[in-house]
């Protein structure tokens, strides 16, 4: 994580990150971070003319594309057909938060912006398909009945983290993947509970018995945690010797941090 020109919409009081001393690892290109919070499930769309509208849900495809489900109720769509160029200016903002942090839980948030538009009837059972492939939920089977599957074909992309704000190329946007382990986070928190309440307890003796140690997050470059004091928070990560490729990954990586200690 990296600091930005101006002040992010998190709000001057998220701690600033920091490296930790047993990061030496590297961290995720800017279009990743950007490409991983897209693929969380809160998202909120708003249309210009037409306001704030519900997304029942948003994704982006493994081809790059941003699809969104929005009900057929609403002003949306009658705007969307009477437009007379096809589509509207809009922007989707996916919201990323953390799994343990009760103060200032949002860690960061991509906002896309460019032109919503409709998709032909014909790509629509494929777009369905390749939506549930990158995040499933019911509401896909609400499209064609109570719910219609929009595209948002990006011009803009912006990726809010802490107090650094990173503007991101479209063309790199698409081309990026997501982190396969923060995608399984939910899982991996579940599964490796235990060695990774045994690594907090190693931050926190580094950080010292004061200060307060939150896990922040996972990624395929490490374990990131908050610590916050009576002086001020900031982020570390605990990184792995290399970056993984899958989630399965994971637990050996943090059975190899466990067998080294904190400098």
Do not use: K
Request: with cysteine.
């Amino acid at each position: 994580m990296t600091s930005g020109r101006r002040p992010s919409r998190l709000g001057a009081g998220t701690p600033a990150p920091v490296t930790a001393p047993a990061a030496a690892g590297g961290q995720p290109s800017p279009a990743e971070r950007a490409r991983t919070v897209a693929a969380r499930p809160s998202a909120a769309l708003h249309v210009l003319g037409t306001g704030t509208t519900p997304a029942l849900a948003a994704a982006t495809t493994a081809d790059g594309r941003t699809l969104v489900v929005v009900p057929n109720s609403g002003p949306l769509l009658p705007a969307l057909a009477g437009s007379p160029v096809g589509d509207l200016p809009a922007r989707l903002t996916v919201t990323d938060r953390a799994p343990a942090l009760p103060r200032q839980p949002v860690r960061a948030l991509v906002e896309l912006a460019g032109w919503l538009t409709p998709l032909p009837p014909a790509e629509v059972p494929a777009a369905v398909l390749a939506f549930a492939d990158a995040c499933p939920c019911d509401a896909l089977f609400d499209v064609g009945l109570t719910a219609t599957l929009l595209e948002l074909d990006i011009a803009d992309v912006v990726l809010h983290e802490a107090q650094a704000v990173e503007h991101v190329e479209p063309e790199d946007f698409v081309a990026a993947a997501p982190d396969p382990v923060t995608l399984a986070e939910a899982d991996l928190l579940t599964a490796d509970a235990d060695a990774l309440a045994r690594l907090r307890v190693r931050v926190q003796a580094w950080a010292g018995r004061r200060d307060d140690v939150r896990l922040l997050g996972l990624d395929r470059f490490g374990v990131r945690y908050r610590v916050e004091s009576p002086r001020g928070g900031y982020d570390v990560r605990v990184a792995f010797p290399e970056p993984l490729t899958r989630s399965e990954e994971f637990a050996g990586a943090v059975s190899g941090l466990l067998s080294c200690a904190l400098d």
